[in-house]
């Protein structure tokens, strides 16, 4: 009976393995955390970061940007970064990397009276397994308060493939008034060609506190420089209404 146990238990820890090793094959790269810090009170600058752990490395890293609502653009020294010296403690998430940039760079958030509490509003957020959204098949959402609707969908444009990869995309986006009015817009720098990132797809979309801009904020799949899966990276696109 005691040679049936310990082959049992010594059976369930190599499935288990088995498990974590094939969940780390499917998933070899390493994913970015999102953080919504907010708006300036006039809706012309917007904050966000971004946080993980390297996947070769296994270095805390972080990201902070400042973007230019008006002009869909980085303010002057509105993109930093951070990468610790050393791998994390097992059961980090980068947190402290993100903590630490910030931190060290309170002077931005206070040069354009960034607030972290006013994050906008929220107009649509996609749950994890929520696909793509092609021009065939744009997702649409409503302004519950106003009573306006809109649709949205990502138009991605990639060519070449393994280290030659490069892609661009904008999105085609309408406003529908209460009143059946409609109005379109394109958001998003098509001319810009981003390496090795293979997909696009659409996680948030929100109106700065006066209602004048739109911010949408895009997960991006990109190809591992290790050529072992992806990493998932996040950047905005903004547009004035």
Avoid at 10 to 27: A, D, E, P, R
Avoid at 87 to 109: C, E, H, K, M, W
Avoid at 188 to 213: F, H, N, T, W
Wanted: with cysteine; hydrophobic share 40%; charged share 20%.
């Amino acid at each position: 009976m005691a040679k049936r146990k310990t082959f049992c238990k010594k059976y369930i820890c190599m499935v288990l393995l088995s498990m974590v090793l094939g969940l780390f094959s499917l998933h070899a790269g390493d994913s970015a955390t999102f953080v919504d810090l907010g708006f300036s009170p006039d809706g012309t600058v917007y904050m966000f970061a971004q946080y993980g752990i390297q996947a070769a490395t296994l270095r805390p890293w972080a990201e902070l940007f400042a973007v230019d609502v008006a002009r869909n653009n980085f303010v002057v020294g509105g993109r930093l970064s951070y990468i610790h010296d050393t791998a994390a403690v097992p059961g980090q998430d980068g947190a402290g990397a993100f903590y630490r940039l910030i931190s060290r760079n309170t002077s931005l958030a206070e040069n354009y009276g960034v607030n972290f509490l006013t994050q906008g509003h929220l107009l649509y957020v996609a749950l994890d397994n929520d696909a793509l959204a092609p021009a065939d098949n744009p997702i649409e959402f409503r302004d519950f308060n106003s009573g306006t609707s809109y649709r949205a969908a990502l138009v991605p444009q990639i060519t070449g493939s393994g280290s030659s990869l490069r892609s661009s995309f904008y999105i085609d986006f309408e406003r529908i008034s209460k009143n059946g009015s409609r109005k379109s817009y394109v958001a998003g720098s098509p001319q810009i060609k981003r390496p090795l990132v293979a997909e696009y797809r659409i996680c948030k979309v929100m109106l700065d506190p006066r209602q004048g801009s739109v911010v949408f904020v895009i997960e991006q799949k990109i190809q591992s420089e290790a050529g072992s899966g992806y990493d998932i990276r996040y950047m905005v696109e903004a547009l004035s209404l």
